[in-house]
T-cell receptor, first 114, second 112 residues
Framework: KAGVTQTPRYLIKTRGQQVTLSCSPI?????VSWYQQTPGQGLQFLFE???????NKGNFPGRFSGRQFSNSRSEMNVSTLELGDSALYLC?????????????FGPGTRLTVL | GENVEQHPSTLSVQEGDSAVIKCTYS??????FPWYKQELGKGPQLIID?????GEKKDQRIAVTLNKTAKHFSLHITETQPEDSAVYFC???????????FGTGTRLAVRP
């Protein structure tokens, strides 16, 4: 099976712009979670989607949003970018939500905000 | 919310030696504890996990121990090899496996 894929792998934006990142889960996986990884804050949970519904949300401002499509692919959007949004954004998929099945991570999208 | 502390932040060992990484957590309701390995340019990859009804789990050279009373869990890597060099993260969550809370990571270097 193909792993979790994320596009694009690298992105450079300027402050005030918005950005959309995409995640395709492993085939058959219906739960997608997003995490932000920075040197200062480490790995932090953003949100999880299952069956096109947001199940959980981390402590991030409303500028961070996401959605999931009927084929389980997910996108996350960050509006009004700030310098502090520069990070590696990781998505992870698992077959179902609400289980301790392994979460498989993609390679991430490296976002740089100038 | 849950808070996970991880030590040490860096660890250098000689090839063939053992490496131990320790984590403590704050939420007594947490009962799922995975460990991830992250290599440069890649996403974290699960290497082993443990659930609260188990005190120890082994998989070849890797073992994890859990002490729920003390709220700490540890990763043990024996007979380390250069390819074990990476950043290791511990994490914790409730029984739903949702919202993993990660430790700050340990950069392990295995010297040939």
């Amino acid at each position: 099976k193909a792993g979790v894929t994320q596009t694009p792998r690298y992105l450079i934006k300027t402050r005030g712009q918005q950005v959309t990142l995409s995640c395709s889960p492993i085939s058959g996986h219906r739960s997608v979670s997003w995490y932000q990884q920075t040197p200062g804050q480490g790995l932090q949970f953003l949100f999880e989607y299952f069956s096109e519904t947001q199940r959980n949300k981390g402590n991030f401002p409303g500028r961070f949003s996401g959605r999931q499509f009927s084929n389980s692919r997910s996108e996350m959007n960050v509006s009004t970018l700030e310098l502090g949004d520069s990070a590696l954004y990781l998505c992870a998929s698992r077959p179902l939500a609400g289980t301790t099945d392994t979460q498989y991570f993609g390679p991430g999208t490296r976002l740089t905000v100038l | 919310g849950e808070n996970v502390e991880q030590h040490p932040s860096t660890l250098s060992v000689q090839e063939g030696d053992s490496a131990v990484i320790k984590c403590t957590y704050s939420d007594s309701a947490s009962n799922y504890f995975p460990w991830y390995k992250q290599e440069l340019g890649k996403g974290p990859q699960l290497i082993i996990d443990i659930r609260s009804n188990v005190g120890e789990k082994k998989d070849q050279r890797i073992a994890v121990t859990l002490n729920k009373t003390a709220k700490h869990f540890s990763l043990h890597i024996t007979e380390t090899q250069p390819e074990d060099s990476a950043v290791y993260f511990c994490a914790a969550s409730g029984s739903s496996g949702d919202k993993l809370t990660f430790g700050t990571g340990t950069r392990l270097a295995v010297r040939p």
